[in-house]
């Protein structure tokens, strides 16, 4: 039987030192796709906004983990203002979908498997 791997990863944030972002596996989430090239750009904000607030368990600022908070609060005209900063945000997908990844690979599949179950 399959060894579990740890389901959180506590990240320090490389631009603000002394900030912190704990992360989660997102096994019934998938990855973002990052080509949706027709998408409006609020709504791809909308969805990078998602899939951040789901992977996010905690981090070290004082406001909440919402999509709001991530992606920005919608304007009137249905825009997103505030939010991450995109070095911010593009790091942390980064992070996440190496988190992600980092199971999916037959080492790390083999490395979690007890002698008796392992090929």
Known sequence: ???LK???????HPYEPGEWV????L???GSLNTNETSASAARRLTEYGRYLA??????????????DTIAGIPNKNG??????DPRSA???IKEISAFEDG??????LLAGSSPSTAS
Do not use: C, F, N
Not at 6 to 12: G, N
Not at 22 to 25: A, E, F, L
Not at 79 to 84: K, S, V
């Open 54 to 67: 789901s992977a996010i368990e905690s981090w070290s600022y004082p406001e909440p983990v919402t999509i």
């Open 22 to 25: 704990v992360i989660r596996r």
């Open 79 to 84: 825009d997103r203002e505030g939010g991450l």
């Open 90 to 92: 593009g790091w942390l």
């Open 6 to 12: 740890a389901s959180t990863k506590r990240l320090d």
């Open 1 to 3: 039987m399959p060894v």
């Open 103 to 108: 199971d999916r690979t037959p080492a790390a």
């Open 27 to 29: 096994a019934s989430m």
